[in-house]
């Protein structure tokens, strides 16, 4: 709709005009003259009414709307705003004399040393320390040290801290010292913005008519931000060709989704899935990568902050690959230099021992194991 707005200044002449053309008599439109504030008055009144439909226009249509007032648009379909999501890593606790047990309740809470973001230890059925029957992290005597994962106490993505950024253990851990997390906290997001859910919205009456690829993608990414998804038709998830099968691959960044997450997603996709059919939702399989090169600084540069910065690049660029996507061997050198001005040359690049490209499969995804720069 293209509104033919009016200033005050338009919206005073235009009065004049009309009321000089309809005057069978010389009038007085001068400055202070009475006729010209009563047609000034009027048009204030003008003014401020299209003001109201102008902002009545803005807060009834999806493309306009801002804020509430596009969460009250979007409620009219049953679509809603995704919330903030905490991120997510892992920390690592260590101590000076191992020769006592110790445990580490799940909700200790550890802090970045500005005091700023809060952590809490989460539980990992899956990590070899982990004790159900005391519900956290067990060290054995003659164990220096557990990393556990960790989630941020406060949604958003200020939780996305640095690698060596937590330093703090809010309450002291009989038998354990110190906290630090080796590798950056990744995944925080902050509450899907105005444009995001209109974007999302699109997708979602793409998926109305049909049950489709679409509609099943809408589903997934509709339970929280930042999941990637792949889907496999007719086929198992050990790849067994089955008509008539969908197999769902998703991951939250982490790698390593939860049970409660893949819950979550198959809780949705069951609303829109095709009659007759079947479907499995899965974590994706891990491919690790193992990354060394070496770099040649700029003269008057501090070889070993500048490796770091290229170390934190190259893990953030592998550990944001979606599900199925190829990682090159020769991207590994664009993002080294890419990350530094004062890198001056990249030799020695090896992925997992050569030179060759790590392709996972569809269900695959690639994560860093490790990460040498010299």
């Given at each position: 709709m ?6 005050f200044?338009?919206l ?24 010209r504030?009563?047609?000034e008055?009027?048009a ?9 439909i ?8 999806a493309a306009?709307s ?7 648009w979007?409620?009219d ?13 892992s920390?690592t ?26 952590f ?5 059925d ?6 159900a ?23 958003g993505?200020?939780?996305?801290v ?12 009989s ?17 899907e913005?105005?444009?995001?859910l209109?974007?999302?919205?699109t ?19 509709s339970?929280q931000q ?10 198992t ?9 969908f197999?769902?691959?998703i991951?939250d960044?982490?790698?390593k ?5 893949l ?5 949705a996709?069951e ?14 399989t891990i ?5 060394s090169?070496?770099v040649t ?12 910065v290229?170390?934190?690049a190259l ?17 590994l ?16 690049v ?9 392709v996972?499969?569809a ?8 990460v040498t720069?010299?």
């Amino acid at each position: 709709m293209n509104l033919q707005l009016r200033n005050f200044s338009n919206l005073v002449e235009t009065a004049a005009a009309a009321v000089q053309g309809s005057a069978k008599q010389l009038l007085d439109l001068s400055v202070g003259s009475a006729l010209r504030a009563i047609l000034e008055a009027n048009a204030s009144i003008a003014l401020w009414l299209q003001w109201l439909i102008v902002l009545i226009l803005q807060t009834t249509r999806a493309a306009t709307s801002n804020g509430s007032d596009l969460d009250s648009w979007m409620a009219d379909f049953s679509v809603t705003r995704q919330s903030a999501v905490a991120a997510t890593g892992s920390v690592t606790f260590s101590r000076f004399t191992d020769t006592a047990s110790a445990l580490l309740p799940v909700g200790t809470q550890v802090r970045t040393t500005d005091g700023t973001q809060t952590f809490n230890v989460v539980e990992d059925d899956s990590n070899a320390a982990w004790n159900a029957s005391q519900d956290g992290y067990f060290l054995a005597a003659g164990t220096s040290s557990v990393t556990v994962p960790v989630q941020a106490a406060t949604a958003g993505s200020a939780g996305n801290v640095v690698a060596g950024a937590i330093s703090l253990i809010v309450a002291a851990i009989s038998g354990v010292d110190t906290v630090t997390n080796s590798a950056a906290l990744q995944n925080g997001f902050e509450a899907e913005t105005d444009a995001a859910l209109r974007s999302r919205f699109t997708s979602f009456l793409a998926s109305r008519a049909r049950a489709t690829p679409v509609a099943v993608g809408y589903a997934v990414t509709s339970v929280q931000q930042g999941l990637q998804y792949v889907i496999q038709e007719n086929q198992t998830p050990d790849g067994t060709a089955y008509m008539g099968c969908f197999v769902v691959t998703i991951d939250d960044g982490s790698g390593k989704p939860s049970s409660a997450l893949l819950a979550q997603v198959s809780a949705a996709i069951e609303l829109v899935r095709p009659l007759a059919t079947s479907y499995a939702v899965q974590a994706p399989t891990i491919y690790s990568a193992t990354i060394s090169l070496s770099v040649t600084t700029a003269t008057g540069t501090v070889h070993a902050t500048v490796a770091s910065v290229v170390q934190t690049a190259l893990s953030n660029y592998v550990n944001t690959l979606p599900v199925g996507t190829t990682l090159p061997w020769s991207r590994l050198a664009q993002v080294a230099y890419a990350a530094s001005a004062s890198v001056t040359n990249v030799t020695g690049v090896l992925l997992n021992g050569g030179t060759a490209d790590l392709v996972p499969p569809a269900n695959g995804v690639v994560k860093v194991a490790s990460v040498t720069v010299n």
